[in-house]
C-alpha cells in the first residue's frame, strides 16, 4: 500500500499567521488520466471529512482562499495564508491513484 | 445538494454481522462510484471498498475482503455495506462517499461498535 506521512501531527498557530502541512507518499500519484490524485481534506471536531484540495492545487467549492495546495511527486503542501478560528481541526491528505487509496495520519490545528 | 444519509449501525459481538445502508440524493445515483471509509474511535481513515455505477466494478482492503460486501440498488438510490465476522478492530465510524476520483461529499457517518 501507498504510504502517506504527514508532518506536523500537531500544529499550534497563531490567529493571522501562515500555517503549513507537509504530505510525502511512498510511490507517485500520477494515474493513468495525467492527473495527480492527491486530495486534502479537513476534519472541524464532531464532523465528517470535507474535501479541501483536490488534484493537487483545485480548491472546492467554497473553500477560501487562504488555502492553497501545491506539489508533485511525492512531496505535497497545504498552506492556510493566515490560521482563522474556524480553521481548528484535524486536517488529512489522501491519495485516490492507487488503490488502496490512502490518507495521512492527520495533521491536528490548534490555537496557541 | 448532493446528500448521502448512513444508518444500520449498532452494537454487535465479535463474530456478528450488520448491514450498513446509506441513502443518496441530489445527484444521479447510478452515474457515479461510490465508497466506504471508516474512521476507528481518535484514529485515522481507512478506504474499505468500491462499487461503480453499474455494480460490475468492485474492490476491497485486505482489512475488509472476504467479510464484507459492498452492493447498491440504483432504483432506490442506495448503497450497502454486509459485514460479518465482525471483530473488534472494526469498531468505527463508517461513512460513504460519491467517488468521482475523489471522495466527496461524504456522509455523517453511522457507528459500529463490535463488544461483547
Known amino acids: 500500500d501507498v504510504v502517506m506521512t504527514q508532518s506536523p501531527l500537531s500544529l499550534p498557530v497563531t490567529l493571522g499567521q501562515p500555517a503549513s502541512i507537509s504530505c510525502r507518499s511512498t510511490?507517485?500519484?500520477?494515474?493513468?488520466?495525467?492527473?495527480?490524485?492527491l486530495n486534502w481534506f479537513q476534519q472541524r471536531p464532531g464532523q465528517s471529512p470535507r474535501l479541501l484540495i483536490y488534484k493537487v492545487s483545485n480548491r472546492d467549492s467554497g473553500v477560501p482562499d487562504r488555502f492553497s495546495g501545491s506539489g508533485s511527486g511525492t512531496d505535497f503542501t497545504l498552506k492556510i495564508s493566515r490560521v482563522e478560528a474556524e480553521d481548528i481541526g484535524v486536517y488529512y491528505c489522501?491519495?485516490?491513484?492507487?488503490?488502496?487509496?490512502?490518507f495521512g495520519q492527520g495533521t491536528k490545528v490548534e490555537i496557541k | 445538494q448532493v446528500q448521502l444519509v448512513e444508518s444500520g449501525g449498532g452494537l454487535v459481538e465479535p463474530g456478528g454481522s450488520l448491514r450498513l445502508s446509506c441513502v443518496a440524493s441530489g445527484f444521479t445515483f447510478s452515474d457515479n462510484y461510490m465508497t466506504w471509509i471508516r474512521q476507528a474511535p481518535g484514529k485515522g481513515l481507512e478506504c474499505l471498498s468500491y462499487?461503480?455505477?453499474?455494480?460490475?466494478?468492485?474492490n476491497y482492503a485486505d482489512s475488509v475482503r472476504g467479510r464484507f460486501t459492498i452492493s447498491r440498488d440504483n432504483a432506490k438510490n442506495s448503497l450497502f455495506l454486509q459485514m460479518s465476522g465482525l471483530r473488534a478492530e472494526d469498531t468505527a465510524i463508517y461513512y460513504c462517499?460519491?467517488?468521482?476520483?475523489?471522495?466527496?461529499?461524504w456522509g455523517q457517518g453511522t457507528l459500529v461498535t463490535v463488544s461483547s
Open positions: 462517499a460519491r467517488y468521482t476520483r475523489i471522495p466527496n461529499p
Open positions: 489522501m491519495q485516490g491513484t492507487h488503490w488502496p487509496w490512502t
Open positions: 462499487i461503480s455505477g453499474n455494480s460490475r466494478d468492485t
Open positions: 510511490q507517485g500519484l500520477v494515474y493513468t488520466t495525467g492527473d495527480t490524485l
